[in-house]
C-alpha cells in the first residue's frame, strides 16, 4: 500500500486498519508528500499508519522487497493517490518506490487501484487517469456514498474503505451494503 502526497491520510489509515482486522499482511510505502501533508493538515501522522501495517518500507528504497517482480503480492493500493503520483505511475516514471511498486504491479498484472481525491480534475490529471487505466490500474476517487445514511466523518470513511476492500475481493467488516429494499 502506498500513501502519498494528496489529502486525505485518513481513508489511509482506515483501510490499513480493516487489512489488519483481516489479518491481511501490509507493507505500506509513505511519500515525503505525503509526510509533509501529514504535518501540514494535522490529522493522522506517520505513526497512525505504521503501527496497523506489518512491513514499513522507505520510499528511497528502491531494493524493497515490492520492488521487484519476483515478490510475490495480491497486489497493490495507493491511497491517497496525488496528481503527481499518478503522473508518474501513468508514465513508467519510477524514480522511488512507490512508483516502482507500482509499476512492478502492473508488469506483473496484479491488481493496482488507485484512489485519488483532488478535485476539480484538471485535463492533464484526466489524462493521466485514462493512461493509468490503460495500462491495466482500477483508478477510484474517495467519493463516498450516502445511502447507508452514515452518521459521522468515520461511517464515510469507511465507505470509501469498503469499496476499496472490494477491488481485492475482500469485505470491510460492518460495510452496509446497497439493497433494493432499504435495509
Known amino acids: ?35 509533509r501533508v501529514m504535518s501540514a493538515e494535522g490529522g493522522p501522522q506517520l505513526a497512525d499508519l505504521t503501527e496497523w501495517a506489518t512491513h514499513v518500507h522507505e520510499d528511497r528504497d528502491l531494493a524493497a ?16 493517490c496525488s496528481a503527481g503520483t499518478l503522473a508518474k505511475i501513468a508514465h513508467g516514471f519510477a524514480d522511488n518506490l512507490l512508483p ?6 502492473l508488469k506483473e498484472r496484479r491488481p493496482l487501484v488507485l ?16 493512461a493509468a487505466h490503460d495500462a491495466g490500474a482500477t483508478v477510484m476517487t474517495a467519493s ?14 469507511h465507505f470509501v474503505t469498503a ?6 475481493g475482500l469485505d470491510a467488516p460492518g460495510f452496509k451494503r446497497w439493497r433494493e429494499d432499504g435495509e
Not at 163 to 168: C, I, T
Open 1 to 35: 500500500m502506498g500513501v502519498s502526497g494528496g489529502s486525505g491520510i485518513p481513508y489511509a489509515r482506515d483501510v490499513l486498519r480493516a487489512l489488519h482486522g483481516l489479518n491481511v499482511e501490509t507493507h505500506l510505502v509513505v511519500s515525503s508528500g505525503a509526510k
Open 65 to 80: 522487497s515490492v520492488a521487484s517482480g519476483s515478490y510475490r503480492t495480491n497486489g497493490m493500493l495507493v491511497i491517497p
Open 100 to 105: 516502482r511498486a507500482a509499476h512492478v504491479t
Open 115 to 130: 484512489v485519488l481525491r483532488e478535485d476539480p480534475l484538471p485535463r492533464p490529471t484526466l489524462h493521466n487517469m485514462l
Open 144 to 157: 463516498p456514498g450516502f445511502y447507508h445514511a452514515p452518521k459521522d466523518v468515520q461511517e464515510l470513511l
Open 163 to 168: 469499496r476499496v476492500l472490494d477491488q481485492f
